[in-house]
T-cell receptor
Framework: SAVISQKPSRDICQRGTSLTIQCQVDSQVTMMFWYRQQPGQSLTLIATANQGSEATYESGFVIDKFPISRPNLTFSTLTVSNMSPEDSSIYLC???????????FGSGTRLTVV | GQQVMQIPQYQHVQEGEDFTTYCNSSTTLSNIQWYKQRPGGHPVFLIQLVKSGEVKKQKRLTFQFGEAKKNSSLHITATQTTDVGTYFCAGLPNNAGNMLTFGGGTRLMVKP
């Protein structure tokens, strides 16, 4: 299965600033996704990162707040913009090569906004 | 929209006891996947079930997919401290492309 390198692993940011999280997959994958996970909670899908086109966002998430890029089949970024303490969470990217395969997750980015 | 409910939310067991977590979907699923997340770690794919009534085993873990393809279970026989973590089911609806819906997870704690 694919291996995902996600960075940074953690960061402490000032409110009002932006942070870009990167995910690099070691092989080409069909699908890439971005999730948010509060400690002790389940995973909430933010968006599907589409290669060469705009991401598809879930209800409650908007492009201005969470711009996503996916320039090719192995790389994606998520930016958390104009951060507030409510954005403090763990952000995870994941990748899949199709419905016959499980998702592979990056190691996560633990974001704290102060 | 689709909902995936998972129970129990937490389970404490003595090492050697069995453990089961249950997953129920509000809609029929194309397949269901199970993941394990160790404390401080990220979710790791365990298995995928596709067929109605399917049963799969991985050593002490037994996974079942219901006949109606709306529910699933994970049973661990004779738990060990290495089983500690949160177990998530994730359902893929019949008509939702590749987007999984994750259950709330069951956090398993094992007392040695």
């Amino acid at each position: 299965s694919a291996v995902i390198s996600q960075k940074p692993s953690r960061d402490i940011c000032q409110r009002g600033t932006s942070l870009t999280i990167q995910c690099q997959v070691d092989s080409q994958v069909t699908m890439m996704f971005w999730y948010r996970q509060q400690p002790g909670q389940s995973l909430t899908l933010i968006a599907t990162a589409n290669q060469g086109s705009e991401a598809t966002y879930e209800s409650g998430f908007v492009i201005d707040k969470f711009p996503i890029s996916r320039p090719n089949l192995t790389f994606s970024t998520l930016t958390v913009s104009n951060m507030s303490p409510e954005d403090s969470s763990i952000y995870l990217c994941s990748a899949s090569s199709g419905t016959a395969y499980g998702y592979t997750f990056g190691s996560g980015t633990r974001l704290t906004v102060v | 929209g689709q909902q995936v409910m998972q129970i129990p939310q937490y389970q404490h067991v003595q090492e050697g006891e069995d453990f089961t977590t249950y997953c129920n979907s509000s809609t029929t699923l194309s397949n269901i996947q199970w993941y394990k997340q160790r404390p401080g770690g990220h979710p790791v794919f365990l298995i995928q079930l596709v067929k109605s009534g399917e049963v799969k085993k991985q050593k002490r873990l037994t996974f079942q997919f219901g006949e109606a393809k709306k529910n699933s279970s994970l049973h661990i026989t004779a738990t060990q401290t290495t089983d500690v973590g949160t177990y998530f089911c994730a359902g893929l609806p019949n008509n939702a492309g590749n987007m999984l819906t994750f259950g709330g997870g069951t956090r398993l704690m094992v007392k040695p």
